[in-house]
């Protein structure tokens, strides 16, 4: 999807709630309160309202959006400006692009996004694990990487495109959970939502051990170097799954002929 197919349908708050309830509209069969079957559907409010107590279901609440003031607008916007575009953009990139006004919103909501990301990373089907090197002649600088990534890797029954999860390795692991101890305790930070790590376990799952191929190797590590080359000038332990989710998703559904933009949201509904 190019951007201007992409505003034609989605710029106006309206087409959003519209796209957005067809998704999500599975989700809510019954009042989370009396368990009453008959909810009726306020567009206009985007949320649901149970004809028995009254209780008032929105839209927001039941998705990642939650906890949130910004229009849904303006979340589909990010959303496409985070998965759509060739070249990873930054941050301050996408909100020069939205035009909000405070960029700590921006931070908030890609993060917000990213964790998903890594939820739905941490669904596909992998069967296969080993390490990923990063070339040290590669490395940008002044970025610090580390010198190896975890990788799970797999092809799904009846498709021939590989799909892979990159996991930090384990000492950074332990500085991404220090980081994220100092930042808890702090007071003033604003972000604490955003804390919760997509570090994977893979609890109950066996993996084959193998050795990656060099070529495919090299292209892995090349292209995650590229990605990050000229966004990032320094990359924390607490951020780096993220940014990692993000590359993963974006190489998982490269050729969907949905998009990555409404793959994102199928396979948040099932039905992807």
Excluded at 79 to 92: D, G, Q
Excluded at 142 to 159: A, W
Excluded at 222 to 228: C, D, K, P, T
């Amino acid at each position: 999807m190019i951007p201007s197919q992409f505003y034609q349908r989605y710029g106006s708050e309206e087409n959003c709630i519209e796209f957005l309830y067809s998704i999500y509209k599975d989700s809510v069969r019954v009042c989370s309160h009396c368990k009453c079957e008959i909810l009726k559907w306020y567009a206009e409010r985007a949320h649901w309202r149970c004809t028995c107590c009254k209780k008032k279901i929105t839209l927001k609440s039941i998705s990642f959006m939650r906890d949130s003031k910004v229009s849904f607008r303006q979340w589909t916007e990010v959303i496409f400006l985070l998965l759509e575009t060739k070249k990873t953009l930054s941050i301050a990139e996408i909100h020069r692009l939205t035009g909000m006004k405070r960029y700590g919103t921006v931070f908030y909501m890609v993060h917000k996004i990213r964790v998903e990301l890594g939820r739905l990373n941490k669904k596909e089907f992998l069967d296969k694990s080993s390490i990923l090197p990063i070339d040290k002649k590669m490395k940008v600088e002044p970025v610090n990487l580390p010198e190896y990534l975890n990788i799970r890797y797999g092809k799904e029954v009846n498709h021939t495109l590989d799909k892979i999860y990159l996991i930090v390795p384990y000492n950074w692991k332990l500085n991404s959970s220090l980081e994220q101890l100092q930042k808890i305790c702090c007071v003033g930070y604003r972000y604490k939502k955003v804390l919760k790590n997509s570090l994977s376990t893979f609890r109950g799952r066996q993996f084959e051990r193998r050795k990656l191929e060099q070529k495919w190797s090299s292209n892995l590590s090349g292209n995650l170097i590229r990605e990050i080359e000229g966004i990032y000038h320094n990359i924390s332990p607490l951020h780096f799954q993220k940014v990692l989710d993000e590359y993963c998703f974006k190489y998982n559904y490269r050729h969907s002929r949905k998009g990555k933009f409404l793959s994102f949201f199928y396979l948040i509904s099932g039905k992807g």
